[in-house]
C-alpha cells in the first residue's frame, strides 16, 4: 500500500475489506478485518512521491478462498521487460485530461468539479497496460521525479491509465508458469484516461522486497 494515504491516520480508523468487487451488490463472500498495524517506509518523500510504500498488519488471518487468494511477490530486484503487458485494477474516477497530480494539492473546486465531471465505478475497473522503460518515461516528466524505486506503464497515449481513487491498487503480471505476481503500486501519474501526456507511476514492490520480508519477520516473531 501507500504511504500517501496512511501518513496522517493511525490504524484505528482503517478497515481492509476482501472478496468483493461491486460496491453495488455485497457479496456474501465479502470478509472484513481490522487493521493492527501500519508500517511506513522511513524515506518515503512527498516531495516527489518516492519510497511511496506501506506494509499493513491484520488484527487476524483472512480466510483463502476461491473468492480471496494471495498474490506472490517478485524477488529483490527483479525487473519486468519494457513491452510487457500487465493489469491493474481499481475503483478510481473514469474521466480524461484531469490531472492526476492535484489530489497531492486538493482544492475545494477541484474536487467538486472532478467529482462531477467523472465518476466512481460500483464495479472494480481492470485495465491492460505496458511496461515502459525509465528512460522513455522521464521524457514525460522532471528527469528527477523517475527513480528506480518505480515502474512506469500505461500508453503514450494514455489511453488506458489509472486514477485517482485507483493509488496503491495492484499492478500484477502473469510470469511463466501462470503464477500472478504483484510488480508494483499504483502511485501517481499525469492523466486519467486522457488521449495525451502520458504513462502511470508505480511503487516498484520488487526493489522493497527485502525490506516487505524484513518488516514481516520483525512483526510476526520479534513483536508479537
Same mark, same amino acid.
Given at each position: 500500500?501507500?504511504?500517501?494515504?496512511?501518513?496522517?491516520?493511525?490504524?484505528?480508523?482503517?478497515?481492509?475489506?476482501?472478496?468483493?468487487?461491486?460496491?453495488?451488490?455485497?457479496?456474501?463472500?465479502?470478509?472484513?478485518?481490522?487493521?493492527?498495524? /501500519? /508500517?511506513?517506509?522511513?524515506?518515503?518523500?512527498?516531495?516527489?512521491?518516492?519510497?511511496?510504500?506501506? /506494509?499493513?498488519?491484520?488484527?487476524?488471518?483472512?480466510?483463502?478462498?476461491?473468492?480471496?487468494?494471495?498474490?506472490?511477490?517478485?524477488?529483490?530486484?527483479?525487473?519486468?521487460?519494457?513491452?510487457?503487458?500487465?493489469?491493474?485494477?481499481?475503483?478510481?474516477?473514469?474521466?480524461? &485530461?484531469?490531472?492526476?497530480?492535484?489530489?497531492?494539492?486538493?482544492?475545494?473546486?477541484?474536487?467538486?468539479?472532478?467529482?462531477? &465531471?467523472?465518476?466512481?465505478?460500483? &464495479?472494480?475497473?481492470?485495465?491492460?497496460?505496458?511496461?515502459?522503460?525509465?528512460?522513455?518515461?522521464?521524457?514525460?516528466?522532471?528527469?528527477?521525479?523517475?527513480?528506480?524505486?518505480?515502474?512506469?506503464?500505461?500508453?503514450?497515449?494514455?489511453?488506458?491509465?489509472?486514477?485517482?481513487?485507483?493509488?496503491?491498487?495492484?499492478?500484477?503480471?502473469?510470469?511463466?508458469?501462470?503464477?500472478?505476481?504483484?510488480?508494483?503500486?499504483?502511485?501517481?501519474?499525469?492523466?486519467?484516461?486522457?488521449?495525451?501526456?502520458?504513462?502511470?507511476?508505480?511503487?516498484?514492490?520488487?526493489?522493497?522486497?527485502?525490506?516487505?520480508?524484513?518488516?514481516?519477520? /520483525?512483526?510476526?516473531?520479534?513483536?508479537?
Amino acid at each position: 500500500l501507500l504511504n500517501y494515504y496512511f501518513r496522517r491516520e493511525n490504524a484505528d480508523v482503517w478497515k481492509v475489506v476482501f472478496g468483493i468487487n461491486n460496491l453495488d451488490h455485497p457479496s456474501t463472500f465479502m470478509q472484513t478485518r481490522l487493521v493492527k498495524t /501500519i /508500517i511506513l517506509h522511513p524515506r518515503y518523500s512527498r516531495a516527489v512521491v518516492d519510497y511511496d510504500i506501506s /506494509i499493513v498488519e491484520l488484527s487476524e488471518d483472512i480466510n483463502e478462498t476461491s473468492y480471496v487468494r494471495p498474490v506472490c511477490l517478485p524477488n529483490t530486484g527483479q525487473l519486468l521487460e519494457p513491452d510487457t503487458y500487465c493489469y491493474i485494477t481499481g475503483w478510481g474516477h473514469m474521466g480524461n &485530461k484531469t490531472s492526476f497530480l492535484s489530489h497531492f494539492y486538493p482544492h475545494v473546486f477541484f474536487y467538486s468539479f472532478f467529482f462531477l &465531471k467523472n465518476p466512481v465505478p460500483f &464495479k472494480l475497473q481492470e485495465g491492460e497496460v505496458r511496461i515502459i522503460p525509465l528512460e522513455q518515461c522521464r521524457s514525460y516528466f522532471d528527469m528527477k521525479t523517475i527513480t528506480t524505486r518505480m515502474i512506469c506503464a500505461g500508453y503514450e497515449s494514455g489511453t488506458v491509465d489509472s486514477c485517482m481513487g485507483d493509488s496503491g491498487g495492484p499492478l500484477v503480471c502473469e510470469r511463466p508458469g501462470g503464477q500472478w505476481t504483484l510488480f508494483g503500486l499504483t502511485s501517481w501519474g499525469s492523466v486519467c484516461f486522457s488521449k495525451v501526456l502520458g504513462p502511470g507511476v508505480y511503487s516498484n514492490v520488487s526493489y522493497f522486497a527485502e525490506w516487505i520480508e524484513r518488516q514481516i519477520y /520483525i512483526h510476526t516473531f520479534l513483536l508479537n
